[in-house]
Structure formats: structure tokens, C-alpha cells
């Protein structure tokens, strides 16, 4: 009966092919009525969706196909553009991406000035909103804005914006003195060189690039952050071996994601069997192994990566300091006067990486969650990105002469933390001398 099934499913994809939409609904609701498997039903109801042209039936199919399997990342697509989510003519088609046009765009840019007087309006690091630098006018920023919003990774993906990394130049246009500025790929803000009022580029006008969903704000101003490096520098006992430029203040991205679904394995039990013997009062026990195929979901929530390879390494050491529960939604006004970098890491590249890092996580630790048995299979198949956001976190960044290089040091603008790679080279050459020499001898 399944097999008919299947033969009733693969005749409706082709007549819904070939635009034979009455013929396709047939054979369709056929193989909705003959079989009891989930997964013929769920492709068996998109694929009516397809053919539908009511937007209430075409619905009522796809959220049927949803019903049965949660995961058909192609209903989900049709349901987000039937619900004015996703534009269908912004659908890309993955076997043929489009090319990457390496010529200068045009960008929307918001300046933000002083209602009152028309002067430069900077964001006071406190968390808490912008200041005019001339009358001192205060306006509030993210007040009462609540928590940032997750998106669906799924709409993300079928367009160019979920593939693509910032490679053009942007072009704005200073809406104060009327010049034209370059802003460079790796920037979303920056301020005029004539008349130095701030802007900020809209992303999600331009089309190319996902624009930021949340934003941890500045806590502390420059003052502060020379105090926090001085402090560290004198800690750690660091002679420089040149003059220390100023931290400067700025914003880095990351991605952080949402992974759900399941990790399918396979496991083996011994269990014993008894074979009695004819004529002989002896019983024989036997061991053999019984394999036993299972699932174990998965729930990993927030999952950082860093979106700029720039700074990663020390960057990513300092991820872990901040509070991620503070994160608010994002508002351009946060970046007045600090630079923000775009992302060079697509968030289709994050995501397998995140992907992997939560496979990981599940495969080391899955032994003990099922009680120890013998794992002789594991499967990340039915593991899925559910959603993700694309953050802002500030930093303050320099760099220290020592040991013949410059070393990155970034300092954690919301809580003061300092992380840097001063120390990696010389950690190398400890663990090597002696104990290398050692090691080396032991094969290890």
C-alpha cells in the first residue's frame, strides 16, 4: 500500500510540474487518502499547496504539511511568502546563485542631529540615549523596547541576503552639507568629514545585507576603557615596547542561533538467550547483541559565533563575558557616534558551523544520557537551524608593541573584561622547551 502511494505522490509532482493542476490534485488526494506514512503525507500536502490557488485551501495544505513534519523547510517558505513575509521574486535558486556585483551601491543613511538646535546629537555610554552636544537635550533610546527578534532562518536562507558578505562600496548621501560619501564595506556608520554629523546606513533598505537585530549599548566612554587597559597592562606586569594608541570604541557583530531537532542514533544491548537441549536436563545461556535505532532532541538556544573574522580568536574569547539577556532590539540611533562593522562571515557559513558545534556538543555527551549503552551510529540529519539573530556587542580595541608584534587587546565596552593574544606566544613557548622535548619522545 505504501508503494502505491509513492507512485500516486511521484504522478501529482509531475502533472504539478508540467502545470496540470486538476490531474495533480487527483492523484494528490489519492495518496493523502491511502497512506498512514508521515513523510508521503507532508510532501503529498505541499505539493497540493502548489496547485492551489485559493489562498485559504493553499494555506489549510501547507499547515498540514507542517502537521506532519515540522522541518519541510519548502512549506515554511511558501507559508512566509503567502503571509507577506518573503517576496517571491526575492527567492533565489540555489543551484544558480546569482553573481556578486562588484560595482558601488547606493544606501539609505539616517542622520541624526538635535531637534531643538540642529547640533550633533552623540549616544551618552551609559545605556541610556543620545545627548545634543551643544544645549546637552536628552533623547530617550530603546526605552520600554522590549526583547530583540529572532528570524526565521528558513526565509533568511532563500534569499541572496542569508549568502551574501558585504564586497561593494556603499554610497551615501550627507543629507546635512550635501556631500556624497564612500562608506567603506566593513562600516554601517560613520560620521560626515565636513559638517560631522552622524549617520548611520539602513540595511534593510538596501537589499544585499541582513540588517542587526539586537544590540548591547556602550556602558562606559573612552575615559573609562584607558583606566581598564592601564590597569590590565600594570596586572600583568607588560612593558610596551612603544607608545600605546587609545582605545578606540566600536561595534562587532555576531550571529547567535537557535538549533533544534534531533540526533538520530544507534545503539547496541546485550541480551541473554536461553537454548534448551533435548534429552539433557542443561541450559545453555547465550549472549548476543541486539541493535536498537532511537532519536534524542535537541534544544540549544542562543549559540554565539562571531560574524567578523577580523577579531575572532581574541573576540572570541571575550564572547562568553558578556550578558546576553541584556540584548535590545536594535535602533540605529545606538550608533551615533560609534562605528559599527558589518559582517564579513555569511550567515550561511555560520550556521553549518553552528550546526556542527551543537552536533558535537550532543555526540561527546549522548554516552552518558542514554545510560552508557554502546553507541555504534549517530546521525545529524535531522538537525536543524530554527531561527537566529545577527548582534551587535561593543568593544573598545587597540593594540600592544610587545614580543617584536602588535597584539590585539579588545575590552568589553558593557562590563570592563580585557581579552587579547599577548600571552598565546609566550604560552606556546612554555608548553614547548622541556615538556615538548619530552613529548616528543613519548610520541605524544
Known amino acids: 500500500m505504501e508503494e502505491y502511494s509513492k507512485d500516486l505522490l511521484r504522478l501529482g509532482i509531475i502533472e504539478a510540474k508540467a502545470g496540470s493542476k486538476e490531474s495533480a490534485r487527483r492523484y494528490l488526494d489519492r495518496a493523502i487518502y491511502m497512506t498512514q506514512s508521515f513523510d508521503i503525507l507532508a510532501e503529498a500536502w505541499f505539493w497540493m499547496g502548489e496547485v492551489l490557488t485559493d489562498p485559504v485551501e493553499k494555506r489549510k495544505a501547507l499547515e498540514n504539511c507542517l502537521s506532519h513534519d515540522m522541518r519541510h523547510a519548502r ?3 511558501s507559508l512566509a511568502i503567502l503571509d507577506g513575509k518573503l ?3 526575492e527567492v533565489i ?3 544558480f546563485m546569482p553573481a556578486v556585483s562588484d560595482e ?3 544606501s539609505n543613511a539616517d542622520r541624526f542631529m538635535c531637534p531643538k538646535c540642529g547640533a550633533r546629537m552623540s549616544f551618552a555610554p551609559d545605556g541610556h540615549g ?9 533623547q530617550a533610546v530603546g526605552a520600554g523596547a522590549g526583547e530583540a527578534e529572532e528570524k526565521d532562518f528558513i526565509i533568511a536562507m532563500a534569499t541572496m541576503r542569508g549568502h551574501g558578505k558585504p564586497l561593494q562600496e556603499q554610497v551615501f548621501h550627507c543629507n546635512g552639507c550635501g556631500a556624497e560619501f564612500i562608506l567603506p564595506p566593513n562600516q554601517i556608520s560613520s560620521s560626515c ?4 554629523s552622524p549617520h548611520v546606513v539602513s540595511l534593510e533598505k538596501t537589499k544585499d545585507l541582513l540588517a542587526p537585530d539586537g544590540i548591547i549599548p556602550h556602558a562606559f566612554d573612552q575615559k573609562r576603557a584607558i583606566k581598564l587597559l592601564i590597569d590590565w597592562v600594570q596586572g600583568n606586569e607588560i612593558k610596551p615596547e612603544k607608545k600605546v594608541d587609545l582605545p578606540r570604541g566600536l561595534y562587532l557583530p555576531l550571529w547567535t542561533f537557535d538549533v533544534g531537532g534531533a540526533v538520530d542514533y544507534t545503539y547496541e544491548i546485550v541480551k541473554a538467550r ?3 537441549f533435548k534429552y539433557r536436563e542443561l541450559e545453555l545461556a547465550r549472549e548476543e547483541p541486539v541493535r536498537i535505532t532511537d532519536q534524542y532532541p535537541i534544544m540549544v538556544n542562543d549559540l554565539p559565533l562571531p560574524a567578523s573574522k577580523k577579531p575572532s ?4 574569547r571575550l564572547i562568553p563575558t558578556f550578558d546576553m539577556q541584556s540584548i535590545k532590539p536594535y535602533d540605529p540611533r545606538f550608533l551615533s557616534n560609534w562605528p559599527a562593522e558589518i559582517y564579513d562571515v555569511p550567515m550561511a557559513d555560520a550556521s553549518l558551523d553552528a550546526r556542527s558545534q551543537a552536533y558535537k556538543k550532543y555526540k561527546d555527551n549522548l554516552p552518558s544520557l542514554i545510560n552508557n549503552n554502546n553507541i555504534v551510529h549517530m546521525s545529524s540529519a535531522n538537525l536543524v537551524i530554527e531561527s537566529f539573530k545577527l548582534n551587535l556587542l561593543p568593544v573598545w580595541m587597540t593594540e600592544i608593541p610587545f614580543g617584536g608584534r602588535e597584539h590585539l587587546v579588545l575590552i568589553n565596552g558593557q562590563n570592563g573584561v580585557v581579552s587579547s593574544d599577548v600571552f598565546d606566544k609566550m604560552q606556546k613557548e612554555e608548553e614547548g622547551g622541556l615538556m615538548g622535548f619530552l613529548a616528543d619522545l613519548l610520541g605524544e
Open 193 to 196: 568629514a565636513y559638517c560631522d
Open 104 to 106: 558601488m551601491r547606493k
Open 87 to 89: 517576496k517571491a521574486d
Open 130 to 138: 543620545l545627548v545634543c552636544d551643544y544645549c546637552s537635550r536628552n
Open 93 to 95: 535558486n540555489p543551484d
Open 75 to 77: 512549506a515554511r517558505r
Open 274 to 276: 536461553s537454548k534448551s
Open 313 to 316: 580568536s581574541v573576540f572570541l
